[in-house]
Structures are given as structure tokens and as C-alpha cells.
């Protein structure tokens, strides 16, 4: 199966995630294309039986230049089994209820773009304090709020990635099927 991968990042954590998917997909034995949205101008999804599209949320909305290329793709993506990789701090913790404002984003997104996921993985990202320079104050506020004792400088990541082996197995499964 040829499946593409493409997705934005702010902080590099949904990079790794989609490099994460890429890798499992390809000793999955299937043909994998990577990219960042921002490198998918005139690319031809019909190449592809599959995609996974991924995009964190910050302060509330996902990437523009995600938005833009779901927007000018949605008719080719909507035709194609597709999985969104929701990436958030919102949902990092055992409350599923801490989803609820990442779900508002989503329902945005799709209003805003005019297209609906086949599916949707709602995915813990990372702190990366070692890359924030304005936002550090922020995002240890977050943190507190939840709860969680994140120390300064101290890059802290919440990706479960047994959970996304699962989420990746089941999606291509589901696409054979």
C-alpha cells in the first residue's frame, strides 16, 4: 500500500510523530511518502491509497500552512481513507475529558478547511522548553494547571507511543480491509 505522511509543525514534536508513523508503516512493508505540508504544492494524491495528515494546536488553532493545503486538497483527501494526527497538550494526562477543548479546535479546523477526517487520533505532544524562548512562562502555566511539575529548561514529552503503534496498526488494517 502507498500511503502518504505529510504534516506541520511548530515545535518539531509532530515531526517526530509523523517520522514515527513513517517508520512503522515502512517496516509494515508498505511504500511511505513523508513531507512537511509546506513542501506539497502540486502534489498528486491520487498516488496514494491512504493518508495521515498531522498538526498540533496552538493557541487554539492548528498551522496555516495545514489549514491551506486541507483546504485545497479536501476534495482529493475526502475520496481517501484518511487519518488526522491531532497533536495537543490539552489531552496529555489520564482525563479523557481534557479533550473537550481540543475537540472545538477540531470542528473549527474542519469547518474552516470544509473537510472531515475519515478518522481522528487525538495525540499528547511535548514540551520543549530547549526550544521555547517567549513561550516558556506559558507553557509552564499549562502545566501547572494540570498538575504536572515540569522543570524549567527540561524538555518533557507525553506521546504515548504504544498507543500510536496500535492507532497505525488498526488505521492500515482498516484500509486493507
Request: with cysteine.
Amino acid at each position: 500500500m502507498k500511503i502518504l505522511i505529510a504534516y506541520a509543525t511548530t515545535d518539531g514534536q509532530t515531526r517526530k510523530i509523523a517520522r514515527f508513523a513513517c517508520d512503522r508503516l515502512v517496516d509494515a512493508g508498505h511504500g511511505v511518502e513523508l513531507l512537511s505540508v509546506d513542501d506539497a504544492e502540486g502534489l498528486d494524491l491520487n498516488r496514494f491509497d491512504g493518508v495521515i495528515l498531522g498538526g498540533s494546536l496552538h493557541a487554539g488553532h492548528y498551522q496555516k500552512s495545514l489549514t491551506q493545503f486541507v483546504t485545497e486538497a479536501k476534495v482529493a483527501l475526502a475520496a481517501k481513507p484518511t487519518l488526522l494526527l491531532a497533536v495537543s497538550l490539552l489531552g496529555a494526562g489520564d482525563d479523557s475529558g481534557q479533550w473537550t477543548g481540543s475537540d472545538k479546535c477540531l470542528a473549527e479546523f474542519m469547518a474552516d478547511t470544509g473537510w472531515t477526517p475519515g478518522r481522528v487520533e487525538h495525540v499528547a505532544g511535548a514540551f520543549r522548553f530547549s526550544e521555547y524562548v517567549f513561550r516558556a512562562w506559558a507553557m509552564r502555566q499549562i502545566a501547572d494547571q494540570k498538575g504536572d511539575a515540569v522543570e524549567a529548561g527540561k524538555d518533557k514529552e507525553y506521546t504515548d507511543w504504544v498507543k500510536m503503534e496500535t492507532v497505525l496498526d488498526d488505521w492500515v488494517a482498516g484500509i486493507a480491509a
